[in-house]
């Protein structure tokens, strides 16, 4: 089992993780702290290394609660604010997830809201083609509301499809456009019609055009 890393998020999720393996392998609570900060990453250990100059590290319970202090203090309230404002803009399901990403920190850090508040939250922030059909069967779980979402949100595209489709089945026929080809006339086929009509009626050779006279050439 990795040891967890911690890099200054969620700071309730890493205490609980660290005490989880601390147990798994019993190892003794004079070495947490030291096993913990040896994982910290990033803004955590710049933090770390500038608290210990000023504070003594105390008890497992006392730097927990300096951690929390100083990385989680506004995390119920950046979560609830987030929440409030959270709107559908994509699919039912990574508007489901965003949502209980946030309920689930906002309950993290204060158990005492529950379906009652959460659901109409959800229902108002779907888009209104779908909010409106979740709203007449008044969900009461968040579970219940995004499974009503997910059936709407599939009715409507199967409408949409076939929609689209009877637009295309109705489409006026374009037949191909024909070119306009140029009939070139046989010149030389028509002056030699011409010539050989011409010499029939003044009564000369077709092949050299001189006069017939009593039977012979001029």
């Not at 004079?30 to 910290?40: D, E, P, V, Y």
């Not at 949100?153 to 409408?159: I, K």
């Not at 456009?177 to 028509?190: A, D, F, G, Y």
């Amino acid at each position: 089992m990795q040891f967890p890393i911690f890099d200054g998020t969620d700071p309730k999720v890493w205490k609980d993780n660290y005490k989880s393996y601390f147990e798994l392998y019993s190892l003794p609570e004079g070495m947490w702290i030291t096993s913990a900060t040896l994982h910290f990453k990033e803004n955590a250990a710049k933090w770390y290394q500038a608290y210990k100059q000023t504070h003594t590290l105390g008890t497992w319970a006392q730097f927990c609660e300096a951690v929390e202090e100083e990385f989680g203090a506004d995390d119920l309230r950046a979560a609830m604010n987030e929440l409030l404002e959270l709107k559908q803009t994509t699919t039912v399901e990574e508007y489901t997830t965003k949502f209980q990403a946030l309920q689930f920190t906002i309950i993290m850090h204060n158990p005492h809201y529950d379906d009652l508040f959460f659901t109409p939250k959800y229902t108002m922030g779907l888009k209104e083609e779908i909010r409106n059909m979740v709203e007449l069967h008044l969900p009461t779980t968040i579970t219940r509301a995004a499974t009503l979402a997910r059936i709407q949100q599939g009715m409507l595209e199967r409408a949409k499809d076939k929609y689209n489709r009877g637009i295309a089945q109705n489409r006026q026929y374009h037949p191909p456009k024909m070119e306009n080809k140029t009939i070139v006339p046989q010149t030389s086929l028509w002056r030699d019609r011409q010539l050989r009509d011409y010499r029939k009626a003044n009564g000369l050779c077709f092949s050299c055009g001189e006069k017939f006279v009593s039977g012979h050439l001029e």
